[in-house]
């Protein structure tokens, strides 16, 4: 079945880097557009960035310049590798496959001094 496994998560002091994966299963990893989405306390789920098949990526507003998502065909993997971070970026980090409608358990990244 389609699993989403994301990790990487932790706390980070504002301004630091911090580096999320997400090892995805279950589907042709190589044929889909993937996407990270946020969720931060008592908020709904918000895009961050998503990165086509072919490699072409996209950001959010408030990510672009600080974010950059890659991709691994070879080894299923998303990317996602967040530089100065914010205390608002504090949120739990989701990858998903376009269109498909299948969420990972998340990974909670805590910006914070």
């Known amino acids: 079945q389609v699993q989403f496994v994301e990790s990487g998560g932790g706390l980070v002091q504002p301004g630091g880097p911090l580096r999320l994966s997400c090892a995805a299963s279950g589907f042709t990893f190589r044929r889909y557009t993937m996407r990270w989405h946020l969720q931060a306390p008592g908020k709904e789920r918000e895009f961050v960035a998503t990165?086509?098949?072919?490699?072409?990526?996209w950001y959010a507003h408030s990510v672009k310049g600080r974010f950059t998502i890659s991709r691994d065909n070879a080894k299923n993997t998303v990317y996602l590798q967040m530089n100065s971070l914010k205390p608002e970026d504090t949120a739990v980090y989701y990858c998903i496959a376009a269109g498909m409608g299948y969420w990972g358990q998340g990974t909670q990244v805590t910006v914070s001094s």
């Open positions: 990165i086509t098949s072919a490699g072409g990526p």
